[in-house]
């Protein structure tokens, strides 16, 4: 029985590798292939949970496929099926398929129909690895995709200043997500010494166990987790996300961030329960989160005055109280929950334009003029407060902005210094440095080898930020970035004895991305003159193919599941020991830093509003 | 030979000129800043759409109407960087594929370069390289912000100001309402700030100017600009750099009861607001003592207004849009002058009459129902049928006003007697805002949801959420339609018309058509409406002559004047001889799902029932007619498949929810005709021509011309330039796609949470749509039409300054005159020969369909003019 959940994955992926090669023009087998693939999987999805029920619902675990094996690591894909598993299914299969037909007279004759069906099914793809994860590693790559795929349908009209902005914005939590599912799974391979599956989590007792006698490193993973689900699902302090990306085809709007993409932060809090719930400080947290939420939540929603904000915030209320159910154990009314408002939010925002005249109508025959003031003059001052504070969003993206993310790039911009020629010659003799310590790590002392892996993973943080926020020519925010994986290998091979296979793969991948897209800044730079990093070009106008390309090297040089440094992410990790949690952050501050440089140089230089204005041309405010 | 119609009328144009270029002057040289003409002129140029709920087409460019079309398209496009013609690299496109022809270009190029120059002309147009790359005014001197501060000032303003603004003007989506919004727009921000915990503000300098400082524009440019010599353009850029909420903002200080739930807000007033926040900006980011955006400018920008260069280019694009436009009129005046020379007069005794809206989309219905009974006489007139008043429906708390955006009633009509509750969508109920009301909705009504979107995918059908033009008026409610006495009145209005009044609007009405004898039994009088589903555009679909609204209480009231008998003793004396079996019927034509109700027919005597049924009979078959020649544009319709089931797709397309194109509105729209039927009866024009009918014969004088031309302009030729300007720059005088946008406080749209507001049409309304200008053509002697247009300047300036082109037909020989720089003069048409249409079914079926929405491939959908046997 359990052999037959690959499929639930192979479906899609089929699906979206022939849609890749459709003509852009054909709409009807472009929706048609689309069509098929999500009817294929829901039918198929119906059956299996019919058989399944009528087989006592058994938990269903396989090991799929083995990627990569070493004595200490193996990395592997591995399916799971529960009823959690079952309900997400089912709701993302009747969703997606509903919305696909939906999508297929509304989007007619849009400009990037293709576009919008491929990244449909590769969201499918991810949504689906997700669902049917049975460890950390599968989550973890249906993880990226949907990240990978809601910024490109947020920023579906790249040739807009504002979905780029707010696309890329919506990455960066994402990306911050992302970055704390590194952390769980890096503290999990320490904590079991292997790669650990869903499944053995089954055993409550031993799972129990094992929490209390490694206290420290299994809070750490839990809290890891907690944080990426909150970011998925825009809890507290994360909630401002949400309604910005609310900037695609109200279609995609509809099954991203109203039904599915939204609520995989409640599938990730089910899903690893059985290894936190019986800890009442991270039920506590839960709570807390939830709760606060869900009435800060309500209280923006309530200030809202365009549909889509205010169908956001009232979604996020409620799943706040999603997150009350998980950590009071009620699974079942959890489940229902998601799926109702799942359907329910997808309906509200399909239907949101038609609010309009609906509303309007209503006004005609109901219209009541507004009530008189408060008479209480204090609860008058206080209601005004709140007011105001609701309309701010409770402040939490300007916060998050000034406390998290310009630190960063304060960083950054400090680092002017290796712009000029001093600059160069210092990396140069750090690297050397570097191979040299690797090289004569015999001769070296203990307390100096022991900071050398530090020091290497501080300087490469220090270049992607140099990178993400370099202004002037993307080549050079290019070399940062790639130069920074470097620097992070030397840090992992100083750190403790590793395979050269090992970084062979992390930087192999890596490595011809880095040149791939090198070529292409090149090329863009001899055609336009101009790649700065201070503006806009939107040259995906002209350059469709290169723009391609481009995303496509981003993608590989910043681990993303299609090239073999995906893994070595993964492997470079389990060379940093339990102790070296500062090492570990430095690392996993690295990736995100990276990605988001990467992602950034492709926004700045292909997308945007195009330079060139000889066409039509969108206002920056629009 | 030639001939030529002229008055004496260069002054009317000189004065114009001359008024504008001493205004010119004066915004150039005047260094001193005048706040009031500063913000007057400013609130000239901003968008000037309304609320969406009432869409009135208008000029987008409205500001520079004084001005010459080419001059000012030119203008605006330096100074705002509007793109305002096709792209030259589409124009060559169009030449290389057909669309424009060889021979009316070289025709445009003689005339305006002379003989001697087509060669060289025609060379530049087809092949010179021309740097077509525009860079506007508009935003220079805000552009120092970023470049010489190193901020993005909007980036950290507009988002909360958006908000702010959408908050306080909202309608009714927030839950918790602006809790000041009685006020005006400070005095509510100031209660709001006073409150002592929270503000909208960063720090404390900007609050304080705001609750006790001076917060007088100039004073506060004075701290962000600093010099008073660029206080204005300074403006100008910070409002357009939003000026879709700007417009709005605008428009709602001009006409506060535009929107329903009123709101005090002024341009000054969000100025202020917006200088507060950037000060506000400035202060967080630079501490105290900063610097104004003036101390850092060196060499200051071009001034907004000064000259425009005219270049070449600018001419190249003059000929390639005239010749674009050429290709099409001239087989329109040619086949207008072929086929009224040949056409039979038409039956004497008539089976029915119908009039209808002069709506280009009704040109196709006609057609279809004079070829169904070939007996039937249609005419065509405003929609709002010559019967002005406010419309109050039973229980409603709103008036609505059913006529012209321009024109103020005095006379209010009452819907009663029917008390139907209107119907509730459970779906739509706030509770699911909220958060346990909507925690219990979602276990209940998240289920229903998920079978909701199953069914109206699979089977659509009408539900209250959908915009249903026949829900305008319960057809069973009465009106009060007749005035009982002077003290009749309400809210300063008087309830209905009293007989003379009634009488009065008949004549006009029935007059303007030429329908003053040979009255048949029933005389239909069809408004029209349209019904669709999730288009906050909806209301652009429905009639324009009732305000954007449907005509179905027009005609249901012009029917009743027609009808009333003190009324048509008043006609028979003044010579219109009504027959006592002649009865009007008032109806509706849904556009969009191609039905038709008729109102109050068992009204209807004995007599007249069965030729009323075997009417409707004709008029379904018409309908079905007119669905498939819809069809042929809508790609989820086969227009091979059996036409009742075709009727069903468009009739489906009307309530479904995932359709951003239910009908495609005024989309192709071109022409306008005013004259006899017979002029164009016969002709196949594609649904493009708005049809008013008009008799010269009963008007030789031209004393009703005026009346029926006075809205030409403003209607039809506000129609035609909004979609002119659309088509050609849809991301700035347009919507944009419809499919991401956002409802923004039930008065408008936008892109996204932090957007502007989207003024215009969207996409999936122009896409068919050629862009070029409306041409109006008059049956009646040229020198006639020359002194009506003149008669009246703002009627006069669409015609001298070339917003709308005017041909006048001879009623006699029937030879074209064009209007050109203040004289008719004859044109010949190049075009020789009009091509038969095949049979109808045949030309729909093999029509071909757009490929891309791209003007090239687009245009080819757009059918050439046929005559029809």
């Known amino acids: ?622 | 030979m030639k001939k030529t119609y002229s008055n004496d009328n260069n002054s009317v144009n000189e004065v114009m000129l001359a008024d504008f270029a001493s205004e010119e002057l004066i915004s150039v040289q005047m260094p001193l800043f005048d706040e009031h003409h500063v913000l007057h002129e400013l609130k000239h140029y901003l968008p000037a759409q309304s609320a969406i709920k009432d869409f009135i087409h208008h000029n987008s460019l409205h500001a520079y109407q004084h001005l010459k079309f080419y001059e000012a398209i030119f203008k605006a496009s330096k100074i705002f960087g509007y793109q305002v013609t096709l792209q030259l690299q589409e124009f060559r496109q169009l030449y290389q594929n057909g669309r424009i022809s060889e021979p009316v270009l070289e025709r445009v190029i003689r005339d305006k370069k002379g003989a001697g120059q087509v060669a060289l002309w025609k060379a530049k147009l087809i092949s010179k390289q021309y740097d077509t790359s525009n860079t506007p005014r508009i935003g220079m001197l805000r552009a120092n912000w970023k470049s010489r501060f190193n901020i993005d000032l909007d980036e950290r303003v507009q988002p909360l100001l958006f908000r702010v603004l959408c908050s306080y003007l909202d309608q009714g989506i927030s839950l918790w309402q602006f809790p000041t919004g009685n006020k005006g727009f400070l005095p509510a921000l100031r209660a709001l700030e006073s409150n002592g915990f929270t503000s909208f503000f960063k720090t404390k300098r900007a609050k304080n100017l705001l609750l006790h400082g001076n917060c007088d524009i100039s004073h506060l440019l004075k701290m962000v600009v600093g010099d008073e010599a660029w206080y204005e353009q300074y403006l100008y850029d910070q409002q357009f750099s939003h000026q879709g909420w700007s417009g709005i903002v605008s428009a709602v200080e001009d006409k506060p009861e535009a929107l329903f739930d009123t709101r005090k807000i002024s341009l000054h007033d969000l100025i202020v607001f917006e200088l507060l926040l950037e000060i506000d900006t400035l202060e967080y980011y630079f501490g105290n003592g900063w610097e104004p955006l003036c101390s850092r400018v060196d060499t200051p920008p071009v001034h907004l207004f000064a000259a425009v260069p005219s270049t070449e280019l600018q001419e190249v694009f003059t000929l390639w849009q005239d010749a674009f436009e050429w290709s099409y009129y001239d087989d329109v005046l040619a086949g207008i002058e072929m086929g009224a020379k040949n056409r039979q007069q038409a039956p004497v005794k008539k089976s029915f009459q119908a009039i209808f809206c002069i709506d280009e989309r009704e040109c196709s219905l006609r057609r279809h129902i004079e070829q169904v009974d070939p007996n039937c006489e249609t005419l065509g007139a405003p929609g709002f049928f010559g019967v002005e008043f406010y419309f109050l429906p039973e229980n409603g708390k709103f008036q609505e006003k059913l006529c012209p955006a321009p024109v103020t009633p005095k006379y209010l009509i009452k819907e009663f007697g029917a008390n139907e509750k209107r119907k509730h969508e459970l779906l739509y109920t706030r509770h699911t805002h909220t958060l346990l009301p909507g925690f219990i909705s979602i276990l209940t009504l998240g289920f229903l949801a998920g079978a909701r979107i199953f069914l109206n995918l699979f089977r659509p059908k009408m539900s209250p959420a959908i915009s249903n033009a026949f829900a305008h008026m319960n057809p069973r409610a009465t009106f009060t339609i007749e005035n009982q006495g002077p003290d009749d009145r309400e809210n300063g209005l008087q309830i209905g018309f009293t007989v003379a009044e009634m009488a009065t609007r008949v004549e006009t009405q029935l007059r303007g058509m030429g329908l003053i004898s040979n009255f048949a039994p029933i005389v239909y009088v069809l408004a029209h409406g349209s019904s669709s589903a999730n288009n906050p555009h909806h209301s652009a679909h429905d009639c324009g002559a009732c305000s954007g609204r449907p005509g179905s209480v027009n005609a249901r009231v012009f029917a009743f004047m027609a009808n009333h008998s003190k009324v048509r003793e008043i006609l028979h004396k003044k010579g219109i001889e009504i027959p006592f079996e002649t009865q009007f019927v008032g109806g509706l034509h849904d556009t969009a799902a191609d039905e038709i109700g008729y109102f109050d027919e068992h009204l209807l005597r004995a007599e007249n029932m069965p030729l009323h049924f075997a009417n409707k009979t004709a008029f379904e078959e018409a309908l079905d007619r007119n669905a498939k020649e819809r069809s042929r544009r809508f790609a989820s319709i086969n227009t091979k498949m059996h036409i009742k089931k075709i009727r069903k797709a468009i009739k489906d397309r009307s309530v479904s929810l995932f359709e951003p194109r239910p009908e495609l509105g005024h989309g192709t729209n071109t022409l306008c005709i005013v004259g006899r039927r017979n002029l164009t009866k016969g002709l196949f024009l594609d649904r493009r021509a708005f049809l008013n009918s008009y008799n010269y014969q009963t008007d030789l004088e031209g004393a009703l011309l005026l009346n029926v031309m006075r809205p030409l302009g403003i209607v039809c030729g506000g129609i035609n330039l909004e979609y002119y300007f659309s088509r050609v720059d849809n991301y700035k005088l347009g919507a944009g796609t419809k499919l991401p946008h956002n409802v923004m406080g039930l008065f408008g749209v936008a892109n996204s949470s932090d957007g502007d507001l989207r003024p215009g049409l969207p996409v999936q309304m122009i896409e068919v749509h050629d862009p070029v200008r409306l041409l109006i053509i008059v049956e009646h002697f040229p020198e006639v039409v020359l002194k009506t247009i003149q008669s009246v300047p703002e009627l006069y300036e669409w015609f001298i300054n070339e917003w709308v082109h005017i041909a006048a037909i001879h009623p006699e020989n029937k030879q074209v005159f064009y209007f050109k720089e203040g004289n008719f003069t004859q044109y010949v048409p190049l075009k020789q020969q009009i091509a038969p249409a095949q049979d109808f079914h045949q030309l729909i079926e093999t029509a071909t369909e757009m490929e891309t929405n791209h003007i090239t491939d687009a245009t080819r959908e757009n059918l050439p003019v046929f005559i029809l046997n």
């Open chain 1, 1 to 622: 029985m359990s052999h037959l959940l690959q499929f639930f994955i192979l479906i899609p992926s089929v699906g979206f590798l022939i849609s890749l090669f459709l003509p852009r023009k054909k709409e009807a087998i472009l929706s048609g292939v689309t069509l098929g693939t999500v009817g294929i999987q829901l039918v198929g999805i119906v059956l299996f949970i019919a058989w399944w029920l009528m087989n006592g619902f058994p938990t269903l675990d396989i090991k799929q496929i083995v990627l990569y094996k070493s004595p200490e690591f193996e990395f592997f894909i591995d399916f799971y099926f529960d009823k959690i598993t079952a309900v997400f299914a089912f709701v993302g299969a009747v969703l997606t398929f509903l919305v696909a037909v939906f999508s297929r007279y509304y989007m007619h004759r849009e400009d990037g129909f293709k576009r919008y069906f491929c990244a449909l099914l590769l969201f499918y793809v991810g949504y689906n690895l997700i669902v049917f994860a049975g460890n950390f590693e599968t989550l973890f790559s249906g993880w990226e995709i949907l990240g990978i795929t809601s910024f490109l349908l947020i920023a579906f009209y790249r040739d807009r200043y504002l979905p780029v902005k707010n696309g890329f914005k919506v990455l960066s939590f994402y990306r911050l997500g992302d970055i704390c599912l590194i952390l769980a799974m890096w503290m999990s391979h320490h904590l079991w010494h292997r790669n650990i599956t869903f499944a053995e989590w089954g055993e409550m007792a031993a799972v129990q166990e094992l929490f209390q006698q490694h206290y420290a490193p299994a809070m750490f993973i839990t809290v890891a987790i907690l944080i990426a689900a909150i970011i998925k699902s825009a809890q507290l302090p994360f909630s401002t996300w949400l309604p910005r990306a609310m900037e695609g085809p109200t279609t995609s709007s509809a099954i991203f961030y109203g039904s599915l993409s939204v609520h995989i932060g409640v599938f990730l809090l089910l899903r690893t329960y059985p290894f936190w719930g019986h800890e009442w400080i991270i039920k506590t947290i839960i709570l807390a989160t939830g709760l606060a939420t869900s009435l800060v939540a309500t209280g923006i929603a309530r200030v809202q005055s365009s549909v889509k904000t205010q169908i956001a915030y009232a979604s996020i209320a409620q799943i706040g109280l999603m997150f009350i159910e998980v950590a009071l154990g009620f699974h079942v009314l959890a489940l229902i929950h998601f799926a109702g408002n799942a359907f329910l939010r997808t309906y509200q925002l399909l239907v949101s334009p038609s609010v309009l005249n609906y509303l309007v109508h209503d006004m005609v025959f109901h219209f009541k003029p507004r009530p008189a003031n408060e008479p209480n003059p204090r609860l008058q001052k206080i209601k005004h407060a709140l007011y105001i504070l609701s309309i701010k969003e409770f402040n939490f993206d300007f916060l998050l902005h000034r406390y998290f993310w310009s630190p960063f790039k304060w960083i950054g911009n400090r680092m002017a210094f290796f712009n000029s020629r001093w600059g160069f010659v210092f990396w140069m003799l750090v690297l050397v440095s570097g191979v040299t310590g690797f090289l004569l790590r015999e001769n070296l002392g203990v307390n100096l080898f022991n900071a050398l892996p530090i020091l290497f993973a501080v300087l490469s943080l220090v270049m992607v930020l140099k990178g993400f926020s370099e202004r002037g020519d993307a080549r050079r925010a290019w070399i940062m970035a790639f130069s920074s994986q470097f620097m992070t290998a030397i840090a992992i091979l100083l750190n403790k004895d590793i395979k050269w296979l090992e970084v062979a793969l992390y930087l192999g991948g890596s490595m011809s991305a880095a040149i791939v897209g090198y070529l292409c800044l090149r090329k863009i730079k001899s055609i336009e003159g101009d790649i700065s990093l201070e503006h806009y070009h939107g040259h995906i106008y002209e350059q469709r193919g290169l723009a391609l390309v481009f995303l496509l090297s981003c993608l590989g040089l910043s681990g993303f599941p299609i090239t073999p440094t995906f893994i070595g992410i993964d492997l470079m990790f389990t060379h940093v020991h339990k102790g070296q949690i500062f090492m570990a952050l430095m690392m996993a501050l690295n990736f995100l830093f990276l990605e988001l440089t990467l992602l950034r140089i492709y926004a700045r230089i292909f997308m945007g509003q195009h330079k060139k204005a000889y066409h039509p041309i969108a206002f920056k405010s629009s």
